[in-house]
Every structure is written in structure tokens, then in C-alpha cells.
């Protein structure tokens, strides 16, 4: 298995608290993402990350924000969870190009009440 | 529409049918293919790319239609382990995939 770890595993907070996820990688891969998993939705992409302080933007990152000043972590910061962030959310890392698949931590279950 | 399609089941089969599961995609400048397999309250993994000579692993095979603009996994003799849900991934490019809802599968003993 890829040596990707995700913190916390499980989280319960409050509308309007700060949230930080953390994705640490062991594999020294270039790329790592944030996704975000809902019932009826596919995987979609929040962030992702192309090198030490190069970030962009995926499908669905309003209320998001994310940092990368190592290559081995990725934070994904919610500044004021709200409810409909309540998901389960996934970091995946990859090398370079088009045929490199991606692979994933865990998953962080977050819960905004 | 949609990136990717996939018809999200459930399929239930007996142990040792054979099953198979099509995806469609919609950006036909779409690059590469992969099938992830997803157990229940767990990371996706990797299951196997799609090549676009279509390519084997064991019971597994995956295909690639580019005209049809669909690709496939057939699952041969399957075994109870094989209960999943199957997610169709497509890259579209700048190493962006776009997941399918997923297909999801159960063997019946």
C-alpha cells in the first residue's frame, strides 16, 4: 500500500469552527489531492498540488483552502465548516502524467453539526 | 452530462458467474482509463488501468471503446471477495480524473 497517512481518521465539529485535514505521503510524489466523497456523487476533486507551494483549484473548492510547504504534507484547511461539508474526504498522491494513476489514504470522516 | 457514467447496480451474482460492468465518458480528448475498486467505508484502490489494446489481470479484463466512447471490466468466475463497488476513472488531462458513481457488486455464496 501506498504510504500515504490522513489526520484526523474521524472528526465531529460545529458549523462556523476552523478544520485542518492532513495528508502526509512517505513516497516523495509530486502530485497530492483533496477529494471530497457524497452519496450519489462520484469522487470530486477540492485541491490539488503540483509541487512545494504550487496549488490549484478543482471542481468543488469554494470553502476550502489548502497549503503544501513540505512535499511529504498536504493540509486542507475549511476556515468556517459549514454543514454541507459534512463528507468523507480523501487525499490521493501520483506521479506526473497522464497514465499515472492515483493512489489514496484512508479518508477523513468529518462531521459539521 | 456528466464526465462519467456508470450504471450503479446492484449487481448480484452467484459465485463463479461472470459479470461485467460498462462506463461511458464524455470528453473524447480523454487520455487514460483506470478501474478502482471500493469496499465499503474505504479508500478506493487501484484495480487496473485500461489500455487501449484492452489488457488482463487474472479474472479480470478491461476494454477501451474510443469511437463508442465507453470502457468495460468483466469479472470471470467470481469469488465472494470480489463484492465491491467498482468506480469507472477517466483522465481528462492536467491530471485531472473524473470518478464514476460506481457499479457495485455482490456474490452471492
Known amino acids: 500500500d501506498a504510504g500515504i497517512t490522513q489526520s484526523p481518521r474521524h472528526k465531529v465539529t460545529e458549523t462556523g469552527t476552523p478544520v485542518t485535514l492532513r495528508c502526509h505521503q512517505t513516497e516523495n510524489h509530486r502530485y497530492m489531492y483533496w477529494y471530497r466523497q457524497d452519496p450519489g456523487h462520484g469522487l470530486r476533486l477540492i485541491h490539488y498540488s503540483y509541487g512545494v507551494k504550487d496549488t490549484d483549484k478543482g471542481e468543488v473548492s469554494d470553502g476550502y483552502s489548502v497549503s503544501r510547504s513540505k512535499t511529504e504534507d498536504f493540509l486542507l484547511t475549511l476556515e468556517s465548516a459549514t454543514s454541507s461539508q459534512t463528507s468523507v474526504y480523501f487525499c490521493?498522491?501520483?506521479?506526473?502524467?497522464?497514465?499515472?494513476?492515483?493512489?489514496f489514504g484512508d479518508g477523513t470522516r468529518l462531521s459539521i453539526l | 452530462r456528466k464526465e462519467v457514467e456508470q450504471d450503479p447496480g446492484p449487481f448480484n451474482v452467484p459465485e463463479g458467474a461472470t459479470v461485467a460492468f460498462n462506463c461511458t465518458y464524455s470528453?473524447?480528448?480523454?487520455?487514460?482509463f483506470f478501474w478502482y475498486r471500493q469496499d465499503c467505508r474505504k479508500e478506493p484502490k487501484l484495480l487496473m488501468s485500461v489500455y487501449s489494446s484492452g489488457n488482463e489481470d487474472g479474472r479480470f479484463t478491461a476494454q477501451l471503446n474510443r469511437a463508442s466512447q465507453y470502457i468495460s471490466l468483466l469479472i470471470r468466475d467470481s469469488k465472494l471477495s470480489d463484492s465491491a463497488t467498482y468506480l469507472c476513472v477517466v483522465n481528462s488531462g492536467a491530471n485531472n480524473l473524473f470518478f464514476g458513481t460506481g457499479t457495485r457488486l455482490t456474490v452471492i455464496p
Open positions: 490521493a498522491i501520483s506521479e506526473p502524467g497522464f497514465s499515472q494513476p492515483q493512489h
Open positions: 470528453n473524447s480528448a480523454s487520455q487514460s
